[in-house]
């Protein structure tokens, strides 16, 4: 997934939502009085989360699995004058240079993890990376989100003069795993381009998080929306915010908080 795709993705500027939901990440940490200086971020495909942390000051590492969509990131690094680390791993085998106190995961990247045991593992890698009292933020698509997508959904991403995207997405309820056909048209001189990739999701029980965040001994903080509003039963993406508990005696002089607010947005 996310090779040939990995273009059309930053050309129609797919990156928007990850970069809103790291708004509502920096309002919530700000509002917590937490103020990290390193940063990981998980699929973090071309890089817009990653360079905006950088360009924050922090230090950071870009982690993604697909070695076109790390490409496009060093590029848009460069452009922006910003310094990151980047690694090409499969997150379910995460494994970080030192310990970072945030740690983010956007655009529901963990729904293509296709079973509980991986996003259980994926969450256990993402706890050992953290430092003492490191936050862990990352969205997901709800099952609500995903019923929309039973018996067909088709959306156009972009319609330019160069470039048409659509994709065609289904859900199976049984199984709880997600396909997203994705079709685009690129125009070359006087002819037409066509591609297509497929991509699958799976719909997480709020139930499998909650277990997987308690295993890797993460404490769940708060559940928002991508307007920053509390998360109630209704939400189709739901932002969790995680923290890894201190040490019994924490050093002194730290950055971050030990027990930020439940929920920030009440």
């Known amino acids: 997934m996310f090779r040939s795709y990995a273009p059309i993705y930053e050309a129609i500027g797919e990156d928007w939502l990850s970069l809103r939901l790291l708004h509502q990440v920096r309002r ?16 973090c495909g071309t890089g817009a989360v990653a360079v905006a942390l950088a360009l924050d000051g922090l230090r950071v590492t870009g982690v993604d699995r697909s070695p076109e969509m790390l490409a496009l990131a060093r590029q848009r690094a460069t452009a922006a004058g910003a310094s990151v680390a980047w690694l090409q791993q499969d997150l379910r085998d995460l494994e970080l240079p030192y310990p970072v106190d945030l ?42 989100e995903y019923n929309t997508w039973i018996g067909g959904r088709n959306i156009v991403a972009y319609d330019g003069p160069e470039l048409f995207v659509v994709s065609r997405r289904t859900f199976d309820p049984q199984t709880r795993l997600a396909t997203g056909r994705i079709i685009w048209m690129l125009r070359e001189g006087d002819h037409w381009r066509r591609g297509e990739e497929i991509q699958q999701q799976r719909a997480h029980e709020e139930a499998d998080v909650i277990a997987a965040l308690s295993a890797a001994r993460l404490t769940l903080r708060s559940r928002l929306t ?31 908080t030990q027990s930020p607010p439940d929920d920030l947005a009440r």
């Not at 919530?28 to 699929?43: F, K, N, T, Y």
């Not at 963990?110 to 050992?128: T, W």
Request: proline share 8%; with cysteine; glycine share 6%.
């Open 28 to 43: 919530w940490l700000a509002c917590a009085g937490i103020r990290p200086q390193s940063a990981a971020d998980l699929a």
């Open 103 to 144: 740690m983010t995961a956007f655009y529901d990247s963990l729904n293509y993890l296709l079973s509980a045991s991986d996003l259980h593992r994926v969450i256990e890698r993402a706890s050992r990376a953290l430092a003492p009292g490191g936050i862990l933020a990352f969205d997901l698509n709800t099952p609500l």
């Open 226 to 256: 991508l307007l920053g509003e509390p998360a109630d039963a209704q939400a189709t993406r739901i932002l969790y915010l995680s923290q890894k508990p201190w040490p019994l005696s924490s050093p002194t002089g730290a950055t971050i």
